[in-house]
T-cell receptor
Framework: EDQVTQSPEALRLQEGESSSLNCSYTVSGLRGLFWYRQDPGKGPEFLFTLYSAGEEKEKERLKATLTKKESFLHITAPKPEDSATYLCAVQGQVDYKLSFGAGTTVTVRA | ETGVTQTPRHLVMGMTNKKSLKCEQHLGHNAMYWYKQSAKKPLELMFVYNFKEQTENNSVPSRFSPECPNSSHLFLHLHTLQPEDSALYLC?????????????FGPGTRLTVL
């Protein structure tokens, strides 16, 4: 069974204080690793898909990287509007279902 | 309307009520999904539809009954729910067959069962 573990559970940052979120996974053949952002009371918003180890993708202050066992979401010089819960999910080659982690809730203080 | 929409956004119901959640996708996708999100827990997949045909029922209790009349609409009929069913119910859709494309989510329906 595919498993996803995200850490830390919560992260409080000062505006401009860069940090990283971790997503560790086990999957029988990775089809894709997905990052989503979720604001309170809203549905997850798609950010990135990573397909193979060594791949990196960037969007504004966010950069996602992938190894064979984990993915990192780096937040560079965060702003208060980056406050959200970030979800990681994996999809295996055998089972098309997405397996989600519990998320990391990021709070950025001005 | 764009993307994936869900109605109602909030729903409060008693354990003996019958209600329905509605989802509509405006993305031209072929696969649609229902997820349950409880506080501090990962999203749980409930049902999957491919081209209107149900391909997955993830051991969901029969008090939840899905319906997919076409590729753009998805319903979740609720009856005789329990308080532990209170959660955020999310609809998603993707291009191609289920699992082939990125899943895009609606805003969710916040359900409270009294």
């Amino acid at each position: 069974e595919d498993q996803v573990t995200q850490s830390p559970e919560a992260l409080r940052l000062q505006e401009g204080e860069s940090s990283s979120l971790n997503c560790s996974y086990t999957v029988s053949g990775l089809r894709g690793l997905f990052w989503y952002r979720q604001d309170p009371g809203k549905g997850p918003e798609f950010l990135f898909t990573l397909y193979s180890a060594g791949e990196e993708k960037e969007k504004e202050r966010l950069k996602a990287t992938l190894t064979k066992k984990e993915s990192f979401l780096h937040i560079t010089a965060p702003k208060p509007e980056d406050s959200a819960t970030y979800l990681c999910a994996v999809q295996g080659q055998v089972d098309y279902k997405l397996s989600f982690g519990a998320g990391t809730t990021v709070t950025v203080r001005a | 309307e764009t993307g994936v929409t869900q109605t109602p956004r909030h729903l409060v119901m008693g354990m003996t009520n019958k209600k329905s959640l509605k989802c509509e996708q405006h993305l031209g996708h072929n696969a649609m999904y229902w997820y349950k999100q409880s506080a501090k827990k990962p999203l749980e997949l409930m049902f999957v539809y491919n081209f209107k045909e149900q391909t997955e029922n993830n051991s969901v209790p029969s008090r939840f009954s899905p319906e997919c009349p076409n590729s753009s609409h998805l319903f979740l009929h609720l009856h005789t729910l329990q308080p532990e069913d209170s959660a955020l119910y999310l609809c998603a859709s993707s291009q191609g067959l289920a699992g082939e494309g990125t899943q895009y989510f609606g805003p969710g329906t916040r359900l409270t069962v009294l």
